[in-house]
């Protein structure tokens, strides 16, 4: 098995462990805000935005705080998501 099959199998992993339908707020689960996110995540990593660059789990975390709606607080959850996603240490 190469490099590649063992990070994706390995984040597969680690993804199934976090509990997408936790309710965060007002009817919202962390699946909600990950879906609310997803687009505006992938652009502020990749870097072709007017935002900053997310580099690193520090950034994606206030990132997140601040783009997610309503909930302006962390969410555990939503940021392992994402740093798993991409990688994000």
């Known amino acids: 098995m190469d490099a590649t099959k063992i990070i994706k ?7 199934e462990t976090i509990n997408y339908n936790k309710h965060i707020w007002e009817g919202w689960t962390v699946e909600d805000f990950i879906n609310e996110l997803n687009e505006l995540v992938t652009i502020g990593v990749i870097g072709e935005s007017h935002f900053k660059t997310i580099q690193t789990k520090k950034d994606l975390k ?11 607080k ?6 392992e998501h994402f740093a798993q996603k991409f990688d994000l240490k």
């Open 74 to 79: 962390y969410i555990p959850e939503v940021v």
């Open 62 to 72: 206030e990132f997140c705080m601040s783009n997610q709606p309503y909930y302006k």
């Open 9 to 15: 199998i390995t984040n597969t992993l680690i993804m």
